[in-house]
């Protein structure tokens, strides 16, 4: 507890965290999910839908999903606090919980330097997403429905302080552990993991490496890999295989649910699984994992 800090507020959070999110272990994370593939994603086990991408503030995209399903949460990866205004987020967020109550999970985000001319410096997309959480507060945007796609430590710890947790982006178990330690066991914990369904490694690092191509140069992703252990020359465009391999999962669907059972046993409360697949083979990629992952078809 900081010295600023007084034990109503500290029991405040901790109330919060006791109601945290329940998505289940294992969500899709993905973009351009239709209504129907919601509704087969729920009937395999999984928790979730997280879709990708930086989304318009009024976000009518949710309520078609969530109205092909009937327990499927749909959670944001993520809305930019630069091009959304949180007014108009808030608005978003109070239609779809009224007419679908707790099933809508609002993750927010500052995005990347090298993408956004407003974020001039790290301290100051620190200021400018703690000012955003401010005005979700004044809202009414609960906290636990809202996480932080975060990365490094003063990002983690704001995530946990201000809202649900963390939704880690192209990370590891590695990461998972550090995070986890970091925000304290009480915060929410949703680290993206990508996966090809190939058992050939050649293949399986073409995919992965096509899907990673537009990361390299971003200097947030660059960061988290250097503090993970990785050379400049490992993340450098194309990427080593040991970069690689440790952000996409691939092999059978029992050695990738085994890779992907790591970040819940570094700490983990829910892992959304990034398949990377085109969008009509999404679905039957998701139900080869599902046996392995351990989900019960409804």
Same mark, same amino acid.
């Given at each position: 507890?900081?010295?600023?800090?007084?034990?109503? %507020? !500290?029991?405040?959070?901790?109330?919060?965290?006791?109601?945290?999110?329940?998505?289940?272990?294992?969500?899709?994370?993905?973009?351009?999910?239709?209504?129907?593939?919601?509704?087969?994603?729920?009937?395999?086990?999984?928790?979730?839908?997280?879709?990708?991408?930086?989304?318009?503030?009024?976000?009518?995209?949710?309520?078609?999903? &969530?109205? #092909?399903?009937?327990?499927?949460?749909?959670?944001?990866?993520?809305?930019?606090?630069?091009?959304?205004?949180?007014?108009?987020?808030?608005?978003?967020?109070?239609?779809? %919980?009224?007419?679908? *109550?707790?099933?809508?999970?609002?993750?927010?985000?500052?995005?990347?330097?090298?993408?956004?001319?407003?974020?001039?410096?790290?301290?100051?997309? &620190?200021? !400018?997403?703690? #000012?955003?959480?401010?005005?979700?507060?004044?809202? @009414? +945007?609960? !906290?636990?429905?809202?996480?932080?796609?975060?990365?490094?430590?003063? +990002?983690?710890?704001?995530?946990?302080?201000?809202?649900?947790?963390?939704?880690?982006?192209?990370?590891?178990?590695?990461?998972? !552990? @550090?995070?986890?330690?970091?925000?304290? *066991?009480?915060?929410?914990?949703? *680290?993206?993991?990508?996966?090809?369904?190939?058992?050939?490694?050649?293949?399986?690092?073409?995919?992965?490496?096509?899907?990673?191509?537009?990361?390299?140069? &971003?200097?947030?992703?660059?960061?988290?890999?250097?503090?993970?252990?990785?050379?400049?020359?490992?993340?450098?465009?194309?990427?080593?295989?040991?970069?690689?391999?440790?952000?996409?999962?691939?092999?059978?669907?029992?050695?990738?649910?085994?890779?992907?059972? @790591?970040?819940?046993?570094? /700490?983990?409360?829910? +892992?959304?699984? @990034?398949? &990377?697949?085109?969008?009509?083979?999404? +679905?039957?990629?998701?139900?080869?994992?599902? /046996?392995?992952?351990?989900?019960? *078809?409804?």
């Amino acid at each position: 507890m900081t010295d600023s800090e007084t034990d109503s %507020d !500290a029991n405040a959070r901790a109330s919060v965290k006791a109601s945290k999110p329940n998505l289940g272990r294992f969500g899709s994370f993905g973009r351009g999910v239709t209504p129907q593939q919601a509704k087969e994603i729920e009937s395999l086990g999984y928790g979730a839908v997280w879709v990708g991408g930086s989304p318009p503030a009024e976000l009518a995209w949710v309520e078609p999903l &969530l109205e #092909a399903t009937t327990t499927l949460q749909v959670a944001t990866g993520i809305v930019n606090i630069w091009s959304a205004p949180a007014k108009a987020v808030a608005e978003s967020f109070h239609r779809i %919980d009224k007419a679908y *109550p707790g099933r809508f999970l609002l993750g927010i985000g500052v995005g990347h330097p090298e993408a956004t001319n407003e974020y001039r410096n790290p301290q100051n997309a &620190l200021v !400018a997403l703690a #000012a955003y959480l401010d005005e979700l507060d004044d809202l @009414q +945007v609960p !906290a636990n429905r809202r996480v932080v796609a975060a990365l490094g430590p003063r +990002v983690l710890g704001l995530s946990a302080q201000r809202s649900a947790g963390a939704h880690p982006y192209l990370t590891t178990p590695e990461h998972t !552990a @550090q995070a986890r330690e970091l925000v304290g *066991p009480a915060a929410f914990l949703a *680290p993206e993991h990508k996966v090809v369904l190939t058992t050939d490694p050649n293949q399986a690092r073409a995919v992965g490496r096509k899907a990673l191509d537009m990361y390299f140069n &971003l200097t947030n992703y660059r960061n988290n890999w250097k503090r993970l252990g990785f050379s400049d020359d490992e993340i450098t465009r194309p990427g080593s295989d040991r970069l690689v391999d440790a952000v996409v999962a691939y092999g059978t669907a029992d050695a990738i649910a085994a890779r992907l059972r @790591q970040h819940l046993e570094a /700490g983990a409360d829910h +892992v959304p699984v @990034q398949v &990377l697949t085109t969008g009509d083979n999404l +679905v039957s990629a998701l139900a080869e994992l599902a /046996g392995p992952l351990g989900l019960t *078809p409804s």
